[in-house]
């Protein structure tokens, strides 16, 4: 019974060790682009499935007890919550860890650099649009990729009505 909690290394080697790998793979997530975050597919899920796997034993370094666990468990969590809290207190955090919102048509156009920089081509905007609905890029005046990767957009006929603005803050 004592095997399940005890540790096959001091406790700051797991603290050190989870740390590491949060920041490694929140990066990693990031560079992957916002797209694969908001609309995965098969392929990214699996990629998902397989880096947690895959970093597993960088956290716990061969270290199977409970403790080593919830050591773990409670330092991802504790780094979740700072990285939300920073995110809250700091646009540059924001930014840097949710990235920003792209824009993929304005005033109707396709912007093709923005597609290109988001890694999208016309057929997968269009099926993102017809996810919302949309069937003609003529119903749409903008569309936005959000941050979280979803898709949030003006139809053309909506852009004629009086609306309260969105206020940012």
């Known amino acids: ?7 096959a290394f001091p406790y700051w080697h797991f603290i050190v060790r989870a740390m590491i790998v949060y920041i490694a793979v929140l990066i990693l ?13 098969a392929g990214e899920f699996v990629a998902i499935l397989l ?16 403790t080593g ?8 969590i504790l780094l979740s919550t700072l990285a939300a809290y920073l995110t809250y207190r700091s ?3 924001e930014r840097f860890i949710q990235g920003s919102p792209s824009v993929l048509i304005c005033n109707g156009q396709i912007e093709y650099e923005n597609l290109r920089k988001e ?14 609905g949309i069937h003609a890029l003529a119903e749409v ?7 979280d990767g979803s898709l949030s957009l003006t139809r053309a006929t909506d852009s004629h ?5 969105m206020v940012d803050g």
Do not use: C, Y
Not at 29 to 41: N, P, T, V, Y
Not at 69 to 76: D, E, R
């Open 1 to 7: 019974m004592e095997q399940l909690w005890q540790t």
């Open 29 to 41: 997530l990031r560079i992957g682009g916002k797209r694969e975050i908001g609309q995965m597919g």
């Open 51 to 66: 880096i947690s796997n895959a970093v597993q034993n960088s956290m716990n370094g061969g270290d199977n007890s409970v």
């Open 69 to 76: 666990g919830l050591i773990m468990a409670t330092v991802i």
């Open 91 to 93: 646009r540059t955090v």
């Open 119 to 132: 890694w999208l081509n016309v057929s997968e905007l269009k099926t993102m649009l017809r996810h919302q």
């Open 141 to 147: 005046e903008e569309a936005i990729l959000e941050s």
């Open 161 to 165: 009505k009086t609306s309260e603005p």
